[in-house]
């Protein structure tokens, strides 16, 4: 077992709730009225993002030194993660200051779009050659889909009532692949090679990733049971992929584990 | 090609004797825990048999070094004049990006200094005209220092079994692997 890395943890995992909340905010923008209170919304956004990023300096063995991490856009991905998420940042706060009574669809679906690129090169940054289970679109996937649920699942609290099956089916539906594929993909790497079957042996056996499966499969249920989202199922989804996301990075198998091994 | 440094592991020579992992720790003296160079057991399903064969392993000074190219604050390079990869402490922010990106695992946490290290092939032994530290402790001859750039094709492998297989970031270690012992029977 690695390390947790609870900053990153914490990072990734509320970088993406606001994402997905401004994404699906920007949906319901462009597809009908207004819901209530948006700058309230935004805060949230705005906060969540803010967290996120004060939580990764954590991460940091010298933190002030976190601006220098814009240095190497050419190759690195992390650089372009940083630059994409205080970009968002930068949006989400601006977005908290213009709207009144309504959000600018402009900004918002510029914040929408600056935040699918952080997803992916935060996606990229966690796919090395290191971790061959996940040297691939998976974490991009995987990142993808928390954005999704979680967006839906918050964007319930500020959506109207005419708003709200639209959140409900993109919340349903994101579950519903998310639980399909954290069953599937760790059985998929059980027949690859020495390391990909280590992962899989190791997520499978372990406690992170059977609560992550337990709350998905949980919160599936609950919405097909209400026809809703209750308002306390978001704050359990985002548990659930907390513990998901600490198990991505404790029970992922480094390659340099099996060095003097067949690979 | 370019003049490309790189470590020659002969297994077949290497006792797992641990004197080039413990030179490294003499010279360097990195905080209990943090090891640049590691000695590797080979499996039995490697190496069949009652002794054992060994890899001495650190960083493999990769044509394009995957530490490199991840490092959001460019404190790693590549020397024109030999190919070794040098880390540059008084730059690392401390990320650890280089630690989970190198499928070789070279690179170490300093958690005394909260940054990143790991070997730089002695480059300041290098400029001095002197062979690395791990490779003049060797008492076997196991450990050597070739130029890929003249070495003659031979028995040296790239990529043998315990080792992974990246030729995208193309590691310049080259091996010699260990021989089975001849069994005799009267």
């Known amino acids: 077992m690695q390390s947790m890395e609870f ?10 709730a606001a994402v997905g909340l401004a994404l699906m905010g920007a949906v319901r923008v462009s597809s009908g009225p207004q819901g209530r209170s948006p700058r309230r919304e935004w805060i949230m956004v705005a906060g969540l993002i803010g967290l996120g990023l004060l939580a990764s300096l954590f991460h940091l063995g010298h933190p002030t030194g976190a601006p220098r991490a814009l240095v190497h856009l050419s190759t690195a991905w992390l650089s372009r993660e940083v630059l994409l998420a205080g970009t968002f940042a930068v949006l989400a706060v601006l977005a908290v200051l213009v709207s009144k009574t309504e959000v600018n669809p402009v900004l918002a679906w510029a914040g929408s779009l600056v935040g699918l690129g952080l997803i992916l090169s935060a996606g990229m940054t966690y796919a090395p050659p290191a971790f061959p289970a996940v040297n691939n679109a998976l974490p991009a996937t995987f990142f993808l889909l928390s954005a999704v649920t979680l967006g839906a699942g918050f964007g319930s609290w500020f959506a109207s009532e005419s708003r709200q099956p639209l959140m409900g089916g993109i919340f349903g539906a994101g579950l519903l692949v998310a639980l399909v594929l954290y069953l599937v993909v760790p059985c998929v790497w059980l027949s690859g090679g020495a390391v990909m079957r ?52 404790a029970d992922t198998i480094h390659t340099a584990a099996n060095l003097g091994g067949l690979y | 090609m370019k003049k490309q440094y790189a470590f020659l592991v ?128 060797c008492p076997t001859g ?24 990246m030729e995208d970031v193309n590691p310049s270690t080259r091996f010699i692997l260990p021989k089975l012992p001849r069994l005799v029977r009267r």
């Open chain 2, 10 to 137: 002969d297994s077949e020579l290497c006792i797992g004797c641990f004197t080039c992992a413990m030179a490294c720790r003499n010279y360097y003296h990195p905080p209990e825990g943090v090891i640049w160079r590691q000695v590797y057991p080979l499996d039995e399903e490697i190496y069949p048999h009652r002794e054992r064969a060994f890899y001495s392993l650190a960083c493999n000074h990769c044509e394009n070094p995957t530490c490199l190219n991840v490092c959001p604050v460019e404190a790693y390079t590549k020397r024109e004049e030999d190919g070794v990869v040098v880390h540059h402490q008084e730059k690392c922010i401390g990320c650890g990006n280089c630690i989970r990106s190198c499928p070789y695992g070279a690179p170490k946490y300093n958690p005394v200094e909260k940054r990143a290290e790991k070997c730089s092939f002695c480059h300041e032994r290098l400029d001095a005209g002197l062979k690395p530290a791990c490779i003049q402790s």
């Open chain 1, 198 to 249: 280590m992962t899989g042996q190791t997520w499978l056996g372990s406690g992170f990733y059977w609560v992550h499966v337990a709350v998905l499969a949980a919160c599936l249920l609950v919405f097909r049971l209400t026809k809703g989202i209750p308002v306390w199922l978001p704050v359990l989804l985002l548990l659930g992929e907390l513990a998901g996301r600490a198990g991505f990075f």
């Open chain 2, 142 to 165: 196991a450990l050597s220092m070739v130029d890929l750039a003249e070495l003659e094709p031979g028995n040296q492998v790239q990529y043998p079994a315990g080792f992974p297989k």
């Open chain 1, 7 to 16: 900053p990153l943890v914490l990072f990734t995992v509320l970088s993406q």
